[in-house]
């Protein structure tokens, strides 16, 4: 099944409309394509003690995950105020963006960006991450000691 662009980032507006945002008033829906084609959702929701709060592309990966997916092609993402679309893209944050790296190739999974006034921009994880720490990092370095010119002390 093929799905463009538009259609994953209505997907993500449908998703945002649930988020549960009761302090900031700020609603971020995404919508996560598997390679096979399948769309998981998800939306932000708030919690009053701050630390227990999830974003909307965790929420949708998380989802996915637990049903078994493992090969992720690209995710779209709305975000903004109660009170209409962002003027701006909404930007993944750092944790989401770690996420996406245990999950996804860097140099081929898209992320869609929605820019408020009915476009978007389209990025690679490589792109949002540059050096980000993955699952391959760990392989690299199993059983040996490898020296990058730091002394042995951080690579």
Do not use: W
Not at 93 to 101: A, K, L
């Amino acid at each position: 099944m093929k799905i463009s662009y538009e259609q994953l980032l209505e997907e993500a507006k449908a998703a945002r409309r649930r988020a549960y945002t009761p302090y900031s008033g700020f609603q971020v829906g995404a919508a996560l394509l598997t390679q096979e084609g399948k769309v998981y959702r998800g939306c932000n929701i708030e919690n009053a003690a701050y630390g227990p709060t999830n974003c909307a592309e965790r929420t949708a990966f998380f989802k996915a995950v637990s049903e078994g997916e493992r090969n992720f092609s690209a995710i779209a993402i709305v975000g903004g105020k109660e009170s209409g679309e962002a003027e701006e893209t909404c930007s993944p944050c750092g944790v989401c963006r770690q996420v996406m790296m245990e999950f996804c190739h860097p140099q081929e999974f898209r992320i869609i960006l929605a820019d408020g006034k009915g476009g978007y921009q389209v990025y690679l994880l490589e792109e949002l991450l540059p050096l980000g720490f993955g699952p391959k990092n760990l392989e690299k370095g199993r059983g040996k000691e490898e020296n990058s010119g730091t002394g042995g002390i951080c690579n």
